[in-house]
């Protein structure tokens, strides 16, 4: 069963597949995993090798590549998730690639997941931990994008990758516009955001207090300025990334 859903992942374009036991999931800071499926025994971890638009210095295009490849993890996830219940009787649950979050206070307003997926990669052998504080895969290298599939039937675990992939060239910490990576084992998420969601929820609640404090006249002015379109255009394609140095400077399987 292991290798007939591992290859109908395959077949729709997915880069690999791994396999993992709910207990070898090991993320101290997200929720237990009984708080989203309580009969889940296995992790079915994919990997999604991102092309070279990551590397463009016009984040529109980067940004335009990133939202085709969460496009096809989520219609793979389904069609996943829905063999599983089809052929196998498997009760299935796809966790979505990074929004929604849960954006209250205990989950730092959306900055821990309901769900790790790194931690997931890690359990289901799918690579080791790279300096940059992502995932590195054996050959995909670091550019790689995870989702996960939970379900009830039982299916056995890869081994881990047991190989150090992070030459520890630093040159994810170099890259970094933010110096958010400075301490090693840590991202710190603020000084991340300010560089790779300038028009995030931060500049949203910025721009919107000046506008309630700004005279009726030239708060019309304020909705015809690029700052505000730019505003609206990332709260319609969800979080529009605006760095991704760590990601596509890292030399492994480039
Ligand atoms: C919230 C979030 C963010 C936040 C916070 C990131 C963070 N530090 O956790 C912000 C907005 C800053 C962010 C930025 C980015 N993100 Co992000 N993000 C997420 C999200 C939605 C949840 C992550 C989470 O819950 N973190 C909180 C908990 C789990 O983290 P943690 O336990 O504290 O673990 C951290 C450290 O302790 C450390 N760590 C833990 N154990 C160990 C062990 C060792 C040995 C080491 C070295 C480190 C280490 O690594 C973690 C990173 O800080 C996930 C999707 C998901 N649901 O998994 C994507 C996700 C992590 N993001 C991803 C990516 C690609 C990015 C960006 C490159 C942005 C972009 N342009 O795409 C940057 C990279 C930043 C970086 N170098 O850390 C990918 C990572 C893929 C990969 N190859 O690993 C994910 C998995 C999305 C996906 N579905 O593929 N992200
Ligand atoms: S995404 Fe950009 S700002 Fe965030 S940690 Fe990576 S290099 Fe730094
Ligand atoms: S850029 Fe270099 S130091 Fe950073 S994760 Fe990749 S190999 Fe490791």
Redesign the pocket.
Same mark, same amino acid.
């Given at each position: 069963m292991k290798q007939n859903i591992k290859a109908y992942a395959l077949e729709l374009g997915v880069d690999d597949v791994g396999f993992a036991a709910a207990a070898g999931y090991d993320?101290?800071?997200?929720p237990a995993l009984d708080t989203i499926f309580p009969g889940a025994r296995t992790l079915i971890v994919m990997a999604?090798r991102e092309a070279s638009h =990551?590397e463009s210095e016009n984040m529109r295009i &980067?940004m335009g590549g990133?939202l085709a490849i969460m496009d096809f993890?989520k219609s793979s996830s389904y069609k996943l998730s829905h063999l599983l219940e089809r052929e196998y009787g498997a009760k299935a649950m796809m966790?979505?690639?990074?929004?929604p979050?849960d954006i209250s206070p205990e989950a730092?307003f959306?900055?821990?997941?309901?769900?790790?997926?790194?931690?997931?990669?890690?359990a289901a052998g799918l690579?080791?931990?790279?300096?940059?504080?992502?995932?590195?895969?054996p050959t995909l290298g670091?550019?790689?994008?995870?989702?996960t599939i939970l379900t009830d039937i039982e299916l056995a675990a890869d081994p881990p990758v047991t190989q150090e992939l992070?030459t520890g060239c630093n040159l =994810?910490v170099e890259s970094?516009p933010g110096n &958010?990576?400075a301490s090693?084992?840590?991202?710190e998420?603020m000084k991340?955001?300010v560089h790779?969601?300038p028009y995030?929820i931060g500049a949203n609640i910025r721009f919107w207090k000046r506008f309630v404090d700004t005279p009726p006249e030239d708060q019309k002015k304020m909705l015809a300025t690029p700052e505000y379109m730019r505003l609206y255009q990332a709260s319609f394609i969800g979080?529009q990334?605006?760095?991704?140095?760590?990601?596509s400077v890292c030399p492994i399987g480039r």
């Amino acid at each position: 069963m292991k290798q007939n859903i591992k290859a109908y992942a395959l077949e729709l374009g997915v880069d690999d597949v791994g396999f993992a036991a709910a207990a070898g999931y090991d993320s101290p800071l997200t929720p237990a995993l009984d708080t989203i499926f309580p009969g889940a025994r296995t992790l079915i971890v994919m990997a999604f090798r991102e092309a070279s638009h =990551c590397e463009s210095e016009n984040m529109r295009i &980067a940004m335009g590549g990133r939202l085709a490849i969460m496009d096809f993890m989520k219609s793979s996830s389904y069609k996943l998730s829905h063999l599983l219940e089809r052929e196998y009787g498997a009760k299935a649950m796809m966790i979505p690639m990074s929004y929604p979050s849960d954006i209250s206070p205990e989950a730092k307003f959306g900055l821990i997941g309901d769900f790790s997926h790194r931690h997931a990669a890690i359990a289901a052998g799918l690579g080791s931990w790279g300096r940059h504080n992502l995932v590195i895969h054996p050959t995909l290298g670091a550019r790689v994008l995870f989702s996960t599939i939970l379900t009830d039937i039982e299916l056995a675990a890869d081994p881990p990758v047991t190989q150090e992939l992070c030459t520890g060239c630093n040159l =994810c910490v170099e890259s970094c516009p933010g110096n &958010a990576l400075a301490s090693e084992g840590k991202t710190e998420q603020m000084k991340c955001l300010v560089h790779s969601q300038p028009y995030g929820i931060g500049a949203n609640i910025r721009f919107w207090k000046r506008f309630v404090d700004t005279p009726p006249e030239d708060q019309k002015k304020m909705l015809a300025t690029p700052e505000y379109m730019r505003l609206y255009q990332a709260s319609f394609i969800g979080y529009q990334y605006h760095c991704f140095k760590c990601y596509s400077v890292c030399p492994i399987g480039r």
